[in-house]
């Protein structure tokens, strides 16, 4: 990590001028893959080219994960499992509507639950927020696992973390929890006509790019 630190600040100048074009497009999309094969992604915008198989090993990694850094700290984005199950950043513009859904509590989002992402979501409804590296085995013996069931459904949202002893964990939280740390004013609207609208969004870029993203819930609703 010290080394792509001293190479992010070397490169400021230049992720900054990348960050800005990679910038423009998620404004105009209102959303932008961190990798896909085919959808526009952060990815291969930085690298100029089309990456198969992971980043980190790209001789552009660290460029690449400078500006995944820099929109992950930008206050008008949101970073969630939207498209095809993959890291997704989302523009403000699409906030509210990301939120509708996510609250909704809709039969797709509920039906057919593990009883330990049940006994998660009741949990984290109840405190608000929670680690997974400080869950007990109520949760499942993989909580991560558990707390991804809920994410893939918009359940809550989730922020992965480096522990102080250098594990990975998440936080995951309530859309409310999510909503009043971010100062978002967020306002409960028709989920159905929010997923229409991010159907149409997707289907619209699906067909610009010949892609194949897919939405977290069924096709048929």
Not at 139 to 158: C, D, S, V
């Amino acid at each position: 990590m010290a080394d792509s630190t001293v190479t992010f600040r070397k490169m400021t100048v230049s992720l900054r001028e990348k960050f800005n074009k990679i910038f423009a497009q998620l404004v105009d999309d209102g959303v932008l893959l961190l990798w896909d094969s085919d959808l526009p992604n952060v990815t291969h915008l930085v690298a100029g080219e089309k990456v198969r198989g992971s980043w980190w090993s790209h001789k552009r990694a660290h460029a690449i994960f400078g500006v995944a850094e820099l929109l992950e700290d930008h206050p008008d984005v949101l970073i969630i499992k939207l498209i095809s199950g993959k890291v997704t950043f989302v523009h403000r513009k699409l906030w509210n509507r990301i939120y509708s859904i996510g609250v909704a509590r809709e039969e797709w989002q509920l039906k057919r639950l593990s009883t330990n992402a049940k006994a998660l979501l009741k949990a984290t409804d109840a405190t608000g927020w929670l680690q997974t590296d400080k869950l007990g085995k109520e949760f499942g013996t993989k909580p991560g696992e558990t707390a991804r069931e809920l994410e893939l459904r918009l359940l809550i949202h989730a922020e992965q973390i480096h522990t102080e002893s250098g594990r990975h964990a998440k936080v995951i939280e309530t859309w409310g929890t999510w909503a009043k740390r971010t100062g978002f004013r967020a306002r409960a609207k028709d989920p159905v006509s929010a997923r229409r609208f991010l159907e149409q969004r997707l289907a619209s870029i699906n067909k610009k790019h010949n892609g194949s993203g897919k939405l977290p819930w069924p096709a048929t609703l």
